[in-house]
């Protein structure tokens, strides 16, 4: 293990993530060059690769599975749903030798999966890449996991990308398939890799259609719940502020308990009425949370801030927890543009979608830091052009890249917002501590999101199908049963969200991604002391840009064994 002793405290370089895939296009000699192989729970060696993973849910009915034999290797890694009775990754391999890439047509769930038959071998993501899996060529074997920073270690020397940190900085996100670590890659959305290419599977294609949309998605929402419902242990639920999870809580029927971060009236009244435990996580100083090991689970790609259950994770009492990320970007348009006008001095919104959208502002709107306080100008980015361009120019390739997907530009658009999941880090999190279960990435759901017009993925038909499957979803009133979560710090609650929680008909506002007041817990906790001493040009920066540069800071320093990068340095890119 690897430490660095600085102002800004220690700094360790490891352990790995508790569930991994971990894996080189070469032998077991290789592969233990590189990793300890006693760190998996089980290897398998093909005749071109060999891969390890680790997974509490190994062996147990819809989750990492393995099959071996004379005539090749497979792995199902995460979470796959079983629909025949044969065995999936055995199954997987045989519709592999018959059909060929089309075979992953099949598959339904949150997954990397990895096959080897006769001189094909590849490594693939699910439809909507909801598990990263990073690549490089540097150690002189291609090496691929889903530990960025594991990945990164195996680099000779690292070098890093200052547009990509630049990008990060700003938008809270990288666009490309790029990361901070020059030599570092991740496969391409709805894509593979194989010994000596990367490429891009032709799943998620939009195909508009007419049906009953409202109909389909209610059925729909049903099954892929249902589909879940068998997983193991005490059940938890993450109840978020809007009507995504309440689905969840109305149509799963095994749950123990659900819980919100802050604390919420409706949420409460919502868990008794079916019957389901209720326990509030306090928002404290422990809800930004900056050690390494949690910052890890940005990956190098992502700010933190959406994590936000991190302050409180020994406080869920659930083997396996449910949640609806991203319920909001596949069946309820939530980055499609609205139409909006201003009229005397005020934003008036109209129903139906912006005619004429103006693609690097709407991304500005919805990845960079809301309001005045934003620092994604075009005169910033000018400045300089270690950053890159301006937003113009950051944008844009990678939103001309949609367009072989689709033909509408608000297909476009939601399939630019679905490649960079921001949520990203706050799952990698949660699976790495519960056995998780990713319900949006049910093929169902994907399909419907793929085959509904832009203009019918809205809050209407979403509430429209929650009512047809529990008319009294969107409204509470019953008893509850309360599990109090007590943290020593009374009051802190109260002061920062006295109930203010957005759990109405609403959502969450993207620019505040979490019931966590940022601002006043990182003055609270005194984080410019902490993290940036002498430097006071940063510390009238706002608290998520800090949080940011923090993130990349702490990374960069984890996954290399070293600090790459000063505050001031960081400055320097914007």
């Known amino acids: 293990m690897i430490q660095s002793n600085n102002q800004r405290g220690e700094v360790r370089v490891g352990p790995t993530m508790n569930r991994q895939l971990f894996g080189v296009f070469g032998d077991r000699a290789e592969f233990s060059r590189l990793s300890a192989i006693e760190q998996f729970d089980h290897v398998i060696e093909g005749d071109s690769a060999t891969v390890g993973i680790r997974d509490v849910g190994y062996g147990l009915p819809g989750r990492t599975t393995v099959y071996e034999s004379d005539d090749g290797i497979c792995l199902i890694w995460g979470e796959i749903i079983q629909e025949t009775p044969q065995p999936p990754a055995k199954r997987l391999l045989e519709r592999y030798a018959e059909t060929g890439k089309s075979a992953f047509d099949e598959l339904n769930g949150s997954y990397l999966a990895f096959v080897e038959h006769k001189n094909d071998a590849l490594l693939i993501t699910d439809p909507i890449r909801s598990w990263e899996a990073f690549y490089t060529d540097a150690p002189g074997v291609r090496t691929f996991g889903t530990d960025a920073a594991k990945v990164a270690r195996t680099i000779p020397d690292p070098q890093l990308d200052d547009r990509t940190v630049a990008e990060i900085i700003h938008f809270g996100t990288s666009f490309s398939d790029s990361t901070v670590v020059t030599d570092l890659k991740r496969i391409p959305f709805d894509g593979y890799l194989t010994p000596d290419s990367v490429g891009e599977l032709r799943r998620f294609v939009y195909r508009p259609k007419e049906f009953d949309y409202v109909g389909e998605l209610a059925t729909r929402l049903q ?60 928002i404290s100083e422990r809800s930004l949370d900056i050690r390494p090991e949690v910052i890890q689970y940005t990956q190098g790609i992502r700010e933190s801030v959406h994590i936000h259950h991190r302050g409180n994770t020994d406080a869920i009492d659930a083997d396996t927890i449910y949640h609806g990320t991203l319920f909001d ?23 139906g979608l912006d005619p004429n959208p103006d693609i690097t502002q709407h991304v500005k709107s919805r990845f960079g830091c809301a309001g005045a306080e934003s620092i994604v100008t075009d005169d910033r980015f000018s400045e300089t052009d270690i950053a890159g361009r301006r937003p113009k120019d950051l944008v844009e390739p990678s939103f001309e890249s949609c367009w072989d997907r689709t033909d509408s530009v608000y297909n476009a658009i939601d399939l630019f917002s679905i490649k960079q999941t921001p949520t990203l880090a706050f799952r990698t999190h949660l699976a790495d501590h519960f056995l998780e279960s990713f319900i949006a990435a049910d093929r169902d759901l994907i399909e419907w999101h793929l085959t509904t017009p832009p203009e019918y993925r809205t809050e209407r038909t979403f509430r429209a199908a929650l009512e047809r499957l529990d008319a009294t979803v969107l409204g509470p009133t019953s008893p509850v049963r309360i599990r109090s979560q007590h943290h020593p710090i009374e009051g802190f609650l109260e002061r920062i969200v006295p109930d203010r929680a957005p759990f109405g008909n609403g959502s969450s506002s993207t620019s505040n991604p979490s019931a966590v007041d940022l601002d006043t817990i990182y003055e609270t906790d005194s984080l410019d002391q902490k993290l940036f001493p002498g430097y006071d040009e940063i510390h009238s920066l706002p608290a998520r840009v800090k949080l940011r540069m923090n993130d990349l800071i702490t990374w960069i320093e984890y996954a290399t064994g070293e600090p790459r990068y000063t505050p001031d340095q960081l400055m320097s890119l914007f």
């Open 223 to 282: 099954r892929a719940i249902e589909r879940r419902v068998p997983l193991p242990g005490q059940k938890g639920l993450l109840l978020g502020p809007g009507c995504d999870s309440r689905i969840v809580l109305s149509q799963h029927p095994e749950l123990d308990a659900a819980y919100t971060v802050g604390s919420s009236s409706t949420a409460c009244t919502l868990a008794g009425r079916h019957g389901v435990e209720y326990a509030a996580l306090p």
């Open 329 to 351: 970007t596949l069946l309820r348009g939530q980055f499609l543009p609205a139409h909006e006008v201003e009229l005397f001095g005020r934003t008036v919104t109209f129903d």
